[in-house]
Antibody, heavy 116, light 109 residues
Framework: EVQLVESGGDLVQPGGSLRLSCVAS????????MTWVRQAPGKGLEWVAN????????NYVDSVKGRFTVSRDNAKNSVYLQMNSLRVEDTAVYYC?????????WGKGTTVTVSS | SYEVTQPPSVSVSPGQTARITCSGDALPKRYAYWYQQKSGQAPVLVIF???KRPSGIPERFSASTSGTMATLTISGAQVEDEADYYC????????????FGGGTKLTVL
């Protein structure tokens, strides 16, 4: 079964850090770009970052550049999102998705809450 | 920054045809994708590359593009189609500036 499972979401104070993980199974992980998408409470979807097959190309939405870092470990079929200098406005459900330009497989998401 | 624009809401009765539009300057050059998100669930891809339907998506879902407008059509909308629908695309720069539209709440009742 093709599956993505996110983890690592938590309650963190403004200025804090968090690392999200996403483990893939059921498909050849190294053939795919991977993307992180977030959704703030009651809001729409926002593309956050993506990473290519070998991890050498990474792209970010302007609002997270310099604070978030996407990475992957193909030996572990995993993609990560390191989030530093967190802000209240980063509060959201974070989804990882398999990316072929479209995102055809999504995880169930992990919740990040930034609050004092 | 690039934007694609959707109406906030669309409402139809069961069995009617629902149309959700998405406007973006780069749509003549870039594909549009459509996602369905039901309450409390992860998004599901319903249309890719402007008009292609993934396996498992009902035939009542179709889409097209014309100029700077993409349209998702649900022919004979069902109560279970009630959801938020998001258009997704990128600008013409090739710089991975991917964006979602603001989403359209489809009400079927």
């Amino acid at each position: 079964e093709v599956q993505l499972v996110e983890s690592g979401g938590d309650l963190v104070q403004p200025g804090g850090s968090l690392r999200l993980s996403c483990v893939a199974s059921g498909f050849p992980f190294t053939r795919y770009w991977m993307t992180w998408v977030r959704q703030a409470p009651g809001k729409g979807l926002e593309w956050v970052a993506n990473i290519n097959h070998d991890g050498h190309e990474k792209n970010y939405v302007d609002s997270v550049k310099g604070r978030f870092t996407v990475s992957r470990d193909n030996a572990k079929n995993s993609v990560y999102l390191q989030m530093n200098s967190l802000r209240v406005e980063d509060t959201a459900v974070y989804y990882c998705a398999r990316d072929r330009d479209d995102m055809d497989v999504w995880g169930k998401g992990t919740t990040v809450t930034v609050s004092s | 920054s690039y934007e694609v624009t959707q109406p906030p809401s669309v409402s139809v009765s069961p069995g009617q045809t629902a149309r959700i539009t998405c406007s973006g300057d780069a749509l003549p050059k870039r594909y549009a994708y459509w996602y369905q998100q039901k309450s409390g669930q992860a998004p599901v891809l319903v249309i890719f590359e402007d008009s292609k339907r993934p396996s498992g998506i009902p035939e009542r879902f179709s889409a097209s593009t014309s100029g700077t407008m993409a349209t998702l059509t649900i022919s004979g909308a069902q109560v279970e189609d009630e959801a938020d629908y998001y258009c997704y695309s990128t600008d013409s720069s090739g710089n991975h500036n991917w964006v979602f539209g603001g989403g359209t709440k489809l009400t079927v009742l």
